[in-house]
């Protein structure tokens, strides 16, 4: 794995692509930053030496590089998941590829249903905090001391000036943005009733299939992260209907504007 990192990573700067400051992971229909940046490059993630390649329809599976505001950045357009068929650390592997090419700030978003009852569909919350749902740990093996610590902290998983840093900038912008505890579980079915209700009771604001494995591998190697979640979806247990994936598109795209603009102010101030 170690020398695959390095692998990728020297592929990767023979493009042209030089020290980005800020790494971005961009979630189910999420892709509006991408249209604020002067690019310079853009890449397919086939063509990236042993980088998986995303199967999901709403992930475009595109790493693009350039610009916002004279600051660096690389943007992967998709991600990967274990309900994918890919291992942990296949689905984590181009965490370890951005802190390689020297990348200091890595945002995260998705898109995620919500249990609680204050939070509704096509507002923002910041994550806090995670429950590690998920049936695979990317750090699973044996450890690589040059990547990080064989046990990594995770007391505080998200940056806490960076969080300060978004919810700053949500108020100025008049965001709405929650605050609360995100659960990751394998997925790619949605949650029944009981389990909704079982995921609010272990302290969980919203669920989703993805973003705790990548954080678990950014505090790994010393990556500084933080991750906004787009609500897609009300999850009440007592008045659910089924889920129609069209309208989870629709409601993260109107959502993609005002998390945009979040994520481009940190990234011009990083």
Request: proline share 5%; hydrophobic share 40%; aromatic share 8%.
């Amino acid at each position: 794995m170690f020398e695959k990192v390095k692998e990728t990573a020297d592929f990767i700067r023979e493009k042209g692509i030089n020290a980005p400051k800020v790494g971005v992971i961009l979630g189910t229909g999420l892709h509006n930053l991408a249209s604020k940046m002067d690019q310079d490059l853009s890449i397919d993630y086939a063509d990236i030496p042993h980088f998986p390649v995303s199967t999901v329809e709403f992930h475009k599976g595109k790493l693009i590089y350039g610009k916002i505001g004279g600051t660096e950045a690389l943007i992967m357009q998709g991600r990967f998941h274990y309900y994918e068929g890919y291992d942990m650390k296949q689905v984590t592997f181009p965490v370890r590829v951005l802190k390689e090419l020297g990348v200091e700030y890595l945002l995260i978003s998705n898109a995620a249903g919500s249990m609680n009852p204050d939070f509704s569909k096509g507002e923002l919350m910041l994550l806090d905090d995670h429950i590690n749902m998920q049936p695979d740990n990317p750090l699973l093996g044996k450890n690589v001391d040059e990547q990080g610590p064989r046990f990594p902290d995770m007391s505080a998983p998200y940056n806490s000036d960076m969080n300060a840093k978004l919810k700053s900038i949500a108020a100025s912008q008049s965001a709405k943005l929650h605050e609360g505890v995100y659960v990751s579980v394998m997925g790619p079915m949605l949650e029944t009733r009981a389990e909704y209700r079982f995921l609010r009771i272990i302290g969980a604001d919203l669920v989703g299939m993805s973003t705790v494995p990548e954080v678990i591998v950014a505090n790994h190697v010393g990556l500084k992260c933080a991750a906004i979640s787009v609500i897609t979806d009300e999850c009440d247990p007592d008045n659910l209907a089924p889920v129609n994936i069209n309208d989870i598109i629709e409601t993260a795209g109107k959502a993609d504007i005002i998390l945009s603009n979040i994520f481009e102010e940190f990234i011009v101030n990083a």
